[in-house]
């Protein structure tokens, strides 16, 4: 069964830096194909693709935030990482990771997701 | 403002059939294939639909997937109390990557 979870602040300060880690098991990123993704749900609004990492450490960014992010992966861990830079208010959104595989279109399963608030 | 264009509302009563439409571009659904998510309040999003018409096991077959060209629809039957929830759809674009549909937000009246 796989599983993910996000953890990180509830709370940035603007202009601060956010970092945010999933934590998964029932795969492994060394694994051939496997991806995990980075989306994000402000309140009342869309979904938002952000950010995804493959096996081979191939990444891929939202173009428009692109050079505000930054997506690792620790396979030791069992872990990936998000960093989003200069956070604004506009950023406060509920965070989810998710399990892919590169040959498909989908996102399955997704972590619980995290409330992240940006606010002075 | 999303790539993927959905309807912001739809609204039926228990039994009836729902449609929900999702309208894209050549980039993304007219050359990908789509996949929809149920979002319940407070609760992680759910894959749907995968592949235009694809259904996870454990989905109900009252979920059901089309694509035709450039867009794509989700559609329920025999809608229940339960299946009122946020429903996105999803592609793969040649140039932007993933991108998400606006989202509706579907009432059981």
Known sequence: QITLKESGPTLVKPTQTLTLTCTFS???LNTSGVAVGWIRQPPGKALEWLALIYWDDDKR?????????????????NQVVLIMTNMDPVDTATYFCAHSIATTNWFDPWGQGTLVTVSS | QSVLTQPPSASGTPG???????????S???TNTVSWYQRLPGTAPKLLIFSNNQRPS?????????KSGTSASLAISGLQSEDEADYFCA???DYLFW???????LTVL
Not at chain 1, 61 to 74: A, E, F, Q, V
Not at chain 2, 16 to 26: E, L, M, N, P, W
Not at chain 2, 58 to 66: A, Q
Request: net charge positive; hydrophobic share 25%; glycine share 16%.
């Open chain 2, 58 to 66: 454990g989905v109900p077959d009252r979920f059901s997937g089309s």
């Open chain 1, 26 to 28: 029932g795969f492994s």
């Open chain 2, 91 to 93: 592609s793969w674009d």
């Open chain 2, 28 to 30: 993304n659904i007219g």
């Open chain 2, 99 to 105: 991108v998400f549909g606006g989202g509706t937000k």
């Open chain 2, 16 to 26: 009836q059939r729902v449609t929900i439409s999702c309208s894209g571009a050549s």
């Open chain 1, 61 to 77: 960014y939202s173009p428009s935030l692109k050079k505000r992010l930054t997506i690792t992966k620790d396979t030791s861990k």
